[in-house]
């Protein structure tokens, strides 16, 4: 990628563009687990849309803080180094259910494997707790961009 590119991609790589990306898994999430309510059913689908759905709350989130598109691209898809990034740096915290989902479901998602099949026995958080971490997550990156004017 050269500078030009790069400063396009800074311009238009939005807290509240990736908060409504992260918005939009959620939500997909939601309309497949409606029609498939069993944890079993498109196991891999709804892990997936769940974790994309935090990655992209997180890094509006980053964003947010001012963290550079570059900074963002260089944390990849890694759930925990995302929450290590806030936590250390902007002492912003995640209650011990949230960090349990992410840390189980991140050593699958942060290898893909909830994109490509892998054989074998997957230990992941259950998937409506998992839910819950993501909603909550949502829900605060979205008042704290909807207020950042307001101080």
């Known amino acids: ?63 947010l803080k001012g963290l550079s598109y570059l900074e963002l691209k260089g944390l990849g898809h890694d759930l925990e180094k995302s929450m290590e990034l806030l936590k250390n740096r902007y002492n912003i915290t995640f209650d011990s259910t949230t960090v349990e989902m992410v840390t189980l479901a991140n050593q699958y998602y942060v290898k893909k494997e909830f994109e490509y099949f892998v054989m074998g026995y997957k230990s992941v958080p259950v998937i409506t707790e998992l839910a819950s971490s993501v909603h909550l997550m949502i829900s605060k990156v979205n008042y704290h961009i909807t207020n950042q004017n307001k101080s």
């Open 1 to 63: 990628m050269n500078q030009v590119q790069i400063d396009e991609m800074e311009k238009r790589t939005t807290p509240r563009g990736l908060l409504n990306y992260a918005k939009e898994y959620y939500q997909g999430y939601e309309t497949i687990n409606k029609e498939h309510p069993k944890d079993t059913d498109c196991f891999p689908v709804k892990y997936y849309l769940l974790c994309h759905s935090f990655e992209l709350a997180m890094k509006s989130w980053l964003r």
